[in-house]
């Protein structure tokens, strides 16, 4: 009999006694998620959580079944970042487990809230090492690539169990939560009444973190004596979705702004304010930088060294929710911890209606690198050539984003991320999804269907062809559930180029081609969807147009030349080069 039949029915006591409601482990999780307001899951079904996802679907929850469980990871991991909630990724013991641990790993990294529920085999034998099936001590792996792992033994614990992880994954710096469900848990049968009582609803999940008022004063001092002021914007300032506060404080103090990649569009990237287009000048120049939401790590060259000005020279507020990530790379002049919301709610109030904007030479200054930057970039954007370069593809990409501002752009790959991320302008908050803080490729199709799933709004995804391997086979997760998800490969042949030989002269390929000329378009004809080929710009734009129209899945495989690329995309000092020079083997 499966678990699941003796859960729907009611049986006599030992005495005979009238009839009492049972529950069970599965219906226990089930209903501690939906009395916390959580309604999809994304997973892999199999041993032994096959009926978790059965009965979570008969109960209304929305179940999205993958091909991997690291994309159905990634894809819990974006629903977190795009709804606040943590997203809930439920996968199989051992094998299973650690295929959505990468993702478990890169959402804690990139502060998304989700939560791991991982079926597990049975401690008695895991614990004495006796060979179980997929035996492994996966608690204990998890524990140090996420926020806080918990192990639910007893039934009567699973409504503890899923608010302890609920709370972790959003409350503070949100993160990545590890849930451990050995197999027998889920067959744990109990009084239905009882069971119900013992779930817990979470009351305020994520509290407001108010910033002190002396801390509020100290930043707002600082950042009104600097002469060449700028405000960064990290994608903790998407998250937080204060938008229109955000929005305020740029605008009432009439400070430049560079967005990070995901906080591209909190601001429209057309906004006057904006200096993304000045980036370098503005890292060096800037006397008094505000951080809000952004980490001084690799991504900003660790807020010192070239891209920036001399030592000392620099002074930064920084506000973020965590207190430890102060000073974590150089010293921080003014940390504001709190909220995002809260913080900068505080900042309004203190800088009052009398902010005097920036000095005019500083904007006059970045306006002009601006303005040289942006003509030198439009003539390359426009040019329809065949074979395309990245240019000519991304002007297209750029044209049909800003006629379409709702649609969520997805984005990975080498070259593909790091043009794109500067072409393609973003003109909605929380609408560009990428690699992040870790630059990891994989995330594509899973982050396209999760965005599909939870906006109910278009997808483009914008893949390098090698990118887009490590995810490619979910193009048939995205037709069997037939979402609105328009993929684009740029197709090169190969990873950042395709036009490598083996330098041993050998029979076999270059380490970084692909097969030359491929047709992932036909991927997705393989499974009902709508595949193109398209070798213009011209094309590319037209095909994109009609796939968003249509919201049938769509793959389109765009050519361009295998010469175009550059190693390492924008990141090539990254890439450690040999100088050695051995001598060839004697033949
Ligand atoms: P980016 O890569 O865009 O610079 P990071 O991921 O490096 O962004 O930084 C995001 C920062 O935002 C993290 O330090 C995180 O602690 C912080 N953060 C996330 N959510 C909030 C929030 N609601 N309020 C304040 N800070 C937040
Ligand atoms: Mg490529």
Redesign the pocket.
């Known amino acids: 009999m499966a678990a699941s039949d003796i859960t729907t029915s009611s049986r006599p006591d030992a005495a005979g006694a009238p009839e009492r409601e049972l529950t069970d482990g599965f219906h226990l999780v089930i209903d501690a998620l939906k009395l916390n307001g959580i309604d999809t899951i994304y997973g892999v079904p199999g041993i032994p959580i096959t009926d978790l996802g059965r009965l979570a679907q008969a109960e209304g929850m929305r179940v999205i079944s993958f091909r991997h469980e690291q994309n159905a990871g990634n894809a819990a991991a974006i629903a977190g970042f795009l709804t606040k909630k943590p997203g809930i990724c439920l996968t199989v013991s051992a094998p299973g487990f650690l295929n959505g641990l990468t993702a478990l790993a890169n959402a804690t990294t990139?502060?998304f809230p989700m939560i791991l529920i991982s079926g597990s085999s049975e401690r008695e034998i895991v614990d004495l090492q006796q060979g179980d099936y997929e035996e492994m001590d996966q608690l204990a792996i998890a524990k140090p690539l996420c926020k806080a792992a918990f192990r639910v033994l007893h039934a009567a614990d699973i409504g503890i169990g899923v608010a302890r992880a609920i709370r972790a994954a959003v409350s503070g710096?949100?993160g990545g939560v590890y849930l451990d469900l050995p197999a027998k848990l889920f067959a744990q049968v109990m009084d239905a009444e009882a069971g119900a009582r013992s779930l817990v609803e979470v009351i305020d999940p994520a509290p407001a973190q108010i910033p002190a008022p002396a801390a509020v004063r100290r930043a707002l001092d600082l950042l009104k004596g600097a002469k060449r002021p700028l405000i960064i914007l990290?994608?903790?300032a998407a998250?937080?979705q204060a938008d229109e506060a955000i929005r305020a404080l740029v605008e009432r103090s009439g400070i430049p702004y560079v967005p990070?990649?995901?906080?591209k569009g909190l601001l429209p990237d057309t906004h006057p304010q904006s200096a993304g287009a000045a980036r370098s000048l503005v890292l060096k120049e800037a006397d008094v930088v505000l951080l809000l939401?952004?980490?001084l790590?690799w991504?900003l060259s660790h807020g010192k060294g070239k891209s920036w000005g001399e030592p000392g020279s620099t002074r930064f507020i920084q506000?973020?929710?965590?207190p430890r990530?102060m000073d974590s790379n150089v010293e921080i002049a003014a940390p504001l911890v709190g909220?995002?919301g809260s913080c900068v709610e505080a900042l309004l109030d203190g800088m009052g209606s009398g902010w005097a904007a920036p000095p005019s030479a500083w904007l006059e200054a970045i306006a002009a690198r601006k303005e040289a930057n942006l003509s030198k970039m439009a003539g390359k954007l426009r040019k329809n050539a065949a074979p395309m370069d990245f240019h000519g593809a991304l002007g297209a990409l750029r044209d049909v984003m800003a006629e379409r501002p709702e649609t969520i752009l997805v984005n990975e790959g080498a070259n593909t991320l790091d043009l794109a991320r500067g072409i393609i302008d973003m003109h909605r908050p929380r609408k560009r999804l990428d690699v992040?803080?870790w630059g990891v490729m994989g995330i594509g199709m899973g982050f396209a269907v999760a965005a599909a799933i939870e906006t109910g709004h278009p997808v483009l995804a914008v893949e390098g062809d090698s990118a887009f391997g490590f995810s490619g086979m979910e193009v048939e997760t995205i037709c069997r559930y037939q979402l609105p998800v328009c993929v684009v490969v740029f197709n090169n042949n190969g990873i950042y180029r395709g036009t490598d030989v083996n330098p041993s002269g050998g029979s076999d390929v270059a380490t970084t081609v692909f097969v030359a000329g491929s047709r992932y378009d036909r991927m997705m004809e393989a499974f009902g969807g709508v595949g193109v080929n398209v070798t213009t710009p011209d094309e590319l734009g037209r095909a994109v147009r009609a796939a968003l129209d249509s919201g049938r899945p769509t793959l389109i495989n765009a050519e361009i030349d295998p010469a175009a690329g550059t190693e390492s995309g924008n990141i090539g000092s990254l890439n450690p080069q040999s100088s050695v020079q051995r001598k060839k083997p004697a033949a």
């Open positions: 990139n502060c710096r949100p990290g994608k903790g998250y937080a990070m990649s995901m906080a939401g952004a980490r790590n991504l506000v973020d929710i965590e990530e909220d995002i992040g803080t």
